[in-house]
């Protein structure tokens, strides 16, 4: 088992960060951010393949060494036999934004 813990970084005119409540309601809030350059999540959580944190480091590097897009997309895993509460982070690296990698 790996586990995740990583923050990705992007340019943005406006950061902000969502918070859950015990309501599951979101709120937007500015004060967890040094900058303009702070993606306002952090991706954490297990999986059970170590290529999985390699992904996450490659789209890091894309946005830092090589001012790249980096697209990321949240899918709810129902039918994981580990976890039915599970949630798929795809990364893309790809200009187009349609080459998700999970």
């Known amino acids: 088992m790996v586990s995740l813990a990583v923050d990705f970084i992007m ?3 406006k950061v902000g960060s969502l918070e859950q409540d015990a ?9 967890d951010f040094e900058g303009p ?6 991706v954490m959580g297990t999986c059970y393949c170590s290529s999985r944190q390699n992904i996450l480091e490659k789209g890091y590097l894309n946005l830092n ?3 790249r897009h980096v697209y ?3 899918e709810e895993e129902p039918e994981n036999i ?3 509460e599970a ?3 795809y ?6 934004g349609d080459d998700f990698r999970k």
């Open 37 to 42: 350059d702070t993606l306002p999540f952090k």
């Open 91 to 96: 990364i893309s690296v790809d200009d187009c």
């Open 87 to 89: 949630i798929a982070v």
């Open 11 to 13: 340019s943005t005119d």
């Open 82 to 84: 580990t976890d039915n």
């Open 72 to 74: 990321a997309k949240l």
């Open 65 to 67: 060494d090589y001012n």
């Open 23 to 31: 309501d599951h309601s979101q709120e937007e809030t500015d004060t």
